[in-house]
T-cell receptor
Framework: GENVEQHPSTLSVQEGDSAVIKCTYSDSASNYFPWYKQELGKRPQLIIDIRSNVGEKKDQRIAVTLNKTAKHFSLHITETQPEDSAVYFCAANNQAGTALIFGKGTTLSVSS | GAGVSQSPRYKVAKRGQDVALRCDPISGHVSLFWYQQALGQGPEFLTYFQNEAQLDKSGLPSDRFFAERPEGSVSTLKIQRTQQEDSAVYLC??????????????FGQGTRLTVV
């Protein structure tokens, strides 16, 4: 079945710096790759997603890139702010289309 | 409704006790998912419903776990004879799409289960 690996597990940056989180997936049939942000004690919330027919998508300070050949995708956050501090999860859908398989998460800390 | 609603928010169960966790998805959402999230980990898939049909239960860890969605809206996850390793946050999510997962999955706030 689908397996999603996420790196790094923790990331500390200064306010204004960029942050990059990388994920790899195993199932070549996966075609949907969302990113979720989860603040402490709260529900995961979608911040951006990408489908397999595009290589890059941007929404203000957040961008995601997808390399289907290499089976990896990345989240880029520019001009980081303290409120970006949270746990970020990447995910990929399984071949059957019945589940999102999540990575183990990256704890991002932005210090001012 | 405003979003996916789960109850209770917190549940403490004695080992061996049965528990039932409830999920109210967003009205009209076809797909419903249950996930288990251990402390410091990502959500782990448990089961998937398309309307009232349970199409995937491959993630249920044992036959002590049972889920239903009899009328295609509210869902209940039941855990029988709870064990300490069942302690986790149980997340429910719903999405508008059916088997096409290219639509956003909205999560509830979860039920934190602690087995003592």
């Amino acid at each position: 079945g689908e397996n999603v690996e996420q790196h790094p597990s923790t990331l500390s940056v200064q306010e204004g710096d960029s942050a990059v989180i990388k994920c790899t997936y195993s199932d070549s049939a996966s075609n949907y790759f969302p990113w979720y942000k989860q603040e402490l004690g709260k529900r995961p919330q979608l911040i951006i997603d990408i489908r397999s027919n595009v290589g890059e998508k941007k929404d203000q300070r957040i961008a995601v890139t997808l390399n289907k050949t290499a089976k990896h995708f990345s989240l880029h956050i520019t001009e980081t702010q303290p409120e970006d501090s949270a746990v970020y999860f990447c995910a990929a859908n399984n071949q059957a289309g019945t589940a999102l398989i999540f990575g183990k998460g990256t704890t991002l800390s932005v210090s001012s | 409704g405003a979003g996916v609603s789960q109850s209770p928010r917190y549940k403490v169960a004695k080992r061996g006790q049965d528990v039932a966790l409830r999920c109210d998805p967003i009205s009209g959402h076809v797909s419903l998912f249950w996930y288990q999230q251990a402390l410091g980990q990502g959500p782990e898939f448990l089961t998937y419903f398309q309307n009232e049909a349970q199409l995937d239960k491959s993630g249920l860890p044992s036959d002590r776990f049972f889920a239903e969605r009899p009328e295609g809206s509210v869902s209940t996850l039941k855990i029988q004879r709870t064990q300490q390793e069942d302690s986790a946050v149980y997340l429910c999510a719903s999405s508008l799409g059916s088997t096409d997962l290219n639509t956003e999955a909205f999560f509830g706030q979860g039920t934190r289960l602690t087995v003592v």
